[in-house]
């Protein structure tokens, strides 16, 4: 092989080596059902489809093992962790208290610029509700969940919830699609904001906790 040959090589590893975001695009693509529970995720097929060398894969694979969204097997390599209803409402509960936390610094800190984008978010919400895009409606949730961490400030449970998030995501988009969900969960998150606009942290940690308490009982009556 060539001296420029050998170069050439070696640069294209170290391109592909130094995917910054691999291991964000392989959540992604487990989050959004492109890798079911229980597949196995080949080191080799991944390299190929996300264009990103072995070891960047197996890095990836690591980082989200310790997320929990990815199990390594002995001696077979990893697969995508199935979570169980049970471990789900496990992760509601911890998630209750980190929320009312998020919330209530929210709630304290919120700023005239941040309250004017949470109101737009606010009216957002009602139009998807109006016209029953179940579609848009859960994106504007997540969009509320992901400003209201932001606006409280609070890193350390910022990245508790993304984490937890992550691991329950597939039972919150079942949810999601639960018929007459849209009616009960709607008034819920409105009622988030409220408080929060209202900048009183008791009424938006009361009623954070009163949603995520409905998320437990119908993952409860769906086990």
């Given at each position: 092989?060539?001296?420029?040959?050998?170069?050439?090589?070696?640069?294209?590893?170290?391109?592909?080596?130094?995917?910054?975001?691999?291991?964000?695009?392989?959540?992604?693509?487990?989050l959004s059902g492109d890798?079911?529970?229980?597949?196995?995720?080949?080191?080799?097929?991944?390299?190929?489809?996300?264009?990103?060398?072995?070891?960047?894969?197996?890095?990836?694979?690591?980082?989200?093992?310790?997320?929990?969204?990815?199990?390594?097997?002995?001696?077979?390599?990893?697969?995508?962790?199935?979570?169980?209803?049970?471990?789900?409402?496990?992760?509601?509960?911890?998630?209750?208290?980190?929320?009312?936390?998020?919330?209530?610094?929210a709630a304290e800190s919120?700023?005239?610029?941040?309250?004017?984008?949470?109101?737009?978010?606010?009216?957002?919400?009602?139009?998807?509700?109006?016209?029953?895009?179940?579609?848009?409606?859960?994106?504007?949730?997540?969009?509320?969940?992901?400003?209201?961490?932001?606006?409280?400030?609070?890193?350390?449970?910022?990245?508790?919830?993304?984490?937890?998030?992550?691991?329950?995501?597939?039972?919150?988009?079942?949810?999601?699609?639960?018929?007459?969900?849209?009616?009960?969960?709607?008034?819920?998150?409105?009622?988030?904001?409220?408080?929060?606009?209202?900048?009183?942290?008791?009424?938006?940690?009361?009623?954070?906790?009163?949603?995520?308490?409905?998320?437990?009982?119908?993952?409860?009556?769906?086990?």
């Amino acid at each position: 092989m060539s001296t420029t040959t050998e170069a050439t090589a070696g640069s294209g590893d170290q391109g592909r080596a130094a995917q910054p975001d691999l291991t964000d695009r392989i959540r992604d693509a487990i989050l959004s059902g492109d890798f079911a529970p229980h597949q196995r995720l080949i080191e080799a097929d991944l390299s190929d489809r996300f264009d990103a060398s072995r070891a960047s894969v197996r890095t990836a694979l690591m980082n989200l093992a310790g997320e929990g969204l990815v199990e390594r097997l002995p001696n077979r390599g990893a697969r995508v962790r199935a979570i169980s209803v049970e471990e789900a409402i496990e992760i509601v509960e911890v998630r209750m208290g980190l929320e009312e936390l998020c919330a209530r610094k929210a709630a304290e800190s919120i700023s005239e610029a941040d309250a004017a984008d949470l109101a737009q978010l606010r009216e957002q919400i009602r139009t998807a509700v109006e016209v029953a895009d179940l579609v848009g409606y859960a994106s504007l949730n997540q969009e509320m969940d992901r400003r209201i961490r932001e606006i409280s400030g609070h890193a350390t449970a910022t990245q508790l919830l993304e984490r937890l998030h992550a691991q329950s995501a597939r039972h919150q988009f079942r949810l999601a699609y639960h018929p007459g969900r849209i009616a009960q969960s709607a008034p819920e998150h409105i009622a988030i904001i409220d408080a929060v606009l209202a900048r009183d942290p008791d009424a938006a940690a009361e009623a954070t906790r009163h949603h995520l308490q409905g998320i437990i009982a119908l993952l409860s009556a769906l086990s």
